[in-house]
């Protein structure tokens, strides 16, 4: 345990890149936000919110995948094991995940108090995910954040292994494998059930279970690929 | 028990045979040389030895266990290559700081010793290292980690000759005070020549040669005197190089020197000299690839 705690350091030591960059980007989108919906009179009633909290995740999600590519040789150069370079990387984003999303938590509280950052702004309480219980609130912040960093992390991972003709490759795959699936879908007129399927989920088993589910299953992938990769 | 032990290690990349039916042991506390040409595979053994790569036939054990995914085994090594490349975030200190938890026997004292010796600054971003400084970096890392088996992996690409220098007496004076199991492998043979106990030479995926570095250098000798004695004086050796100008003839011969064949060799009238290990090495691998 103490060695993969080491291990984790890798991921956090350099910690300024990691942080600083998600969150200023966030930040930078608050405000250029606030300054546009200060700038209109009457916003139009249900026309205050913005989907600019996307940009934390899909930054956090970068930083992942580049943690990968740029940490695994310098730690397998060290002589530190596959595995316990990936049980340490799981560790770190799925701290990283739960502290992130208690931030959201006390950044949504925050908004909730001054009205919105007094424009009546819904930057962090987006209809649909703004839930009542706090504790679901934070699941609903973190599970994201896993769901896209082990997406990204599994990439990373096939990148590493595979090259880049493992990753097109498998991208064309994809493609392939989609278009078929929708084509499938189309031709035998499933679309109907499947919207009926997605709105009959409960709205937690949207936001946080389905998932959670997906996330586990990118990052035990993640981790049946990193055992055989190469520097 | 033996630090490494290979029996007929065999490494196939697709069609090419990196490394072939290749088997030796490394003892503890010797300072071995691993030479051979590029591509000879000398990278490759050290990246298979150090779990860096798997995929082998043969056998191959490090400390007596499998290297592919053992910590146990692997946190007894430290393996310093050229081409090791670091997370473009870190600061020196930052490299140093994790190498310090992550090898059991490092050495604060020294490696900050070395970070002066070597000129390195602490709070510079690896990014902004010079190539000799990234190598001088290395060099710290697999001194001061004072692992019970450490390569070195052409570890002085871009270090002048002052800083190459001080790395070989480091190198030897903390070897002398804690011994261990030390890979080099260069190209600068001579350099090195005085430091290696012993010499494991690679050519082309086969181990051509796993000897003492004296009993090299005395089995090695250069004969040069008129044709006909020299060759007269060959004939009971192996011939690993010739070259004649006019009627004189000098020529690379291996086998053993003794007392009794050195008095033959001076009625001959023919100069016996000592060769250098690295003429050695050349001679050694040139004579295989001729014989090809």
Same mark, same amino acid.
């Given at each position: 345990m103490t060695r993969i705690l080491d291990v984790a350091r890798m991921h956090t030591i350099a910690w300024v890149g990691q942080l600083a960059w998600p969150w200023g980007i966030m930040a930078l989108s608050l405000g250029v936000n606030l300054l546009i919906f200060a700038s209109i009179d009457e916003a139009a009633? #249900?026309?205050?919110?913005? #989907?600019?909290?996307?940009s934390l995740y899909i930054v956090c999600s970068i930083v992942a995948a580049a943690s990968i590519s740029q940490v695994f040789p310098f730690a397998l150069g060290m002589g530190v094991t596959r595995r316990t370079f990936y049980l340490a990387t799981v560790l770190v984003n799925v701290v990283q995940a739960v502290a992130y999303g208690v931030l959201l938590y006390l950044l949504n509280l925050i908004e909730g108090a001054t009205g919105g950052f007094g424009i009546e702004l819904r930057f962090f309480r987006i209809p649909y995910i703004d839930v009542d219980n706090g504790l679901l609130q934070i699941a609903v912040y973190a599970v994201p954040f896993l769901f896209l960093n082990f997406l990204s992390i599994f990439v990373a991972v096939w990148y590493v292994r595979f090259g880049m003709n493992g990753l097109l490759g498998a991208g064309a795959a994809l493609i392939l494998v989609t278009g078929l699936l929708v084509a499938l879908i189309t031709w035998q007129g499933w679309f109907g059930d499947i919207w009926q399927w997605l709105s009959s989920q409960h709205q937690i088993s949207l936001l946080v279970g389905w998932p959670a589910l997906i996330a586990a299953v990118a990052a035990l992938g993640g981790m049946a690929a990193i055992r055989r990769a190469n520097a | 028990m033996s630090v490494v032990a290979a029996a007929g290690l065999t490494k196939r990349f697709g069609e090419v045979t990196a490394l072939d039916d290749v088997t030796f042991t490394l003892t503890g506390n010797k300072i071995y040389g691993l030479l051979g040409r590029n591509g000879a595979g000398k990278t490759t053994l050290m990246q298979l030895i150090t779990g860096q790569n798997g995929g082998i036939s043969g056998d191959l054990t490090l400390f007596g266990e499998r290297?592919?995914?053992n910590e146990r085994a692997l946190s007894r090594v430290v393996f310093i290559k050229e081409s090791q490349t670091y997370p473009?975030?870190?600061q020196v200190r930052h490299v140093m700081s994790l190498a310090r938890r992550l090898?059991?026997?490092?050495?604060e004292d020294f490696a900050q010793s070395l970070l002066d010796d070597f000129d390195?600054?602490?709070?510079?971003?690896v990014r902004k290292l010079s190539r000799g400084m990234l190598s001088a970096l290395g060099v710290t890392i697999g001194l001061a980690a004072r692992a019970p088996l450490t390569f070195f992996d052409?570890?002085?690409?871009?270090?002048?000759a002052v800083a190459r220098q001080l790395f070989y007496d480091r190198l030897l004076a903390d070897y002398a005070e804690n011994p261990r199991t030390v890979v080099l492998s260069t190209h600068l043979i001579d350099e090195v020549a005085d430091l290696i106990e012993h010499v494991l030479l690679l050519d082309r995926g086969k181990l051509l040669l796993d000897a003492p570095s004296d009993e090299l250098r005395g089995e090695v000798m250069e004969a040069s005197g008129p044709a006909a004695a020299v060759d007269e004086f060959a004939a009971g050796y192996r011939v690993l190089h010739r070259e004649q100008l006019g009627g004189a003839v000098r020529a690379s011969l291996r086998g053993s020197f003794d007392d009794a064949e050195r008095t033959r060799a001076k009625k001959l009238g023919i100069d016996l000299a000592p060769v250098s290990l690295q003429q050695a090495v050349v001679r050694l691998t040139t004579e295989r690839t001729n014989a090809r």
């Open positions: 009633p #249900g026309k205050n919110t913005t #989907g600019g909290l996307a | 290297p592919y995914e473009t975030a870190y090898f059991p026997n490092w050495d390195l600054p602490r709070k510079r971003n052409e570890p002085y690409l871009g270090l002048d």
